[in-house]
Nanobody
């Protein structure tokens, strides 16, 4: 059974940092890309970052690229999302997902097949 489990969310003040974790199981980790997405209240889900496990290629949304870093521990089937200088607009539910996105659509929700349950991130002003 494919499973993705996020953790690390919480309440943080603006300017603070959080590290989210995504632990994957039930599939060959190296064969896929792991993406992070977020959904703010009343808004559509949007792609934040993605890492191709096989070669380590990383991708970031323009809105976060100077504040966010994605990494993986392949031995533990885990992907991390380090978020710094958090802003209130970063508030939302953060999801990780596994898929095989095309290089031109690495942050497109439709390119991912398996999703975690999400972890809440709340940034207070």
């Amino acid at each position: 059974e494919v499973q993705l489990v996020e953790s690390g969310g919480g309440l943080v003040q603006a300017g603070g940092s959080l590290r989210l974790s995504c632990v994957a199981s039930g599939f060959t980790f190296d064969d896929y890309a792991i993406g992070w997405f977020r959904q703010a209240p009343g808004k559509e889900r949007e792609g934040v970052s993605c890492i191709a496990i096989s070669d380590g290629s990383k991708y970031y949304a323009d809105s976060v690229k100077d504040r966010v870093s994605i990494s993986s521990n392949n031995a533990e089937n885990t992907v991390y999302l380090q978020m710094n200088s958090l802003k209130p607009e970063d508030t939302g539910v953060y999801y990780c997902a596994a898929g095989s996105p095309s290089v031109t659509a690495v942050l497109a929700e439709s390119e991912y097949d398996a999703w975690g349950q999400g972890t809440q991130v709340t940034v207070s002003s």
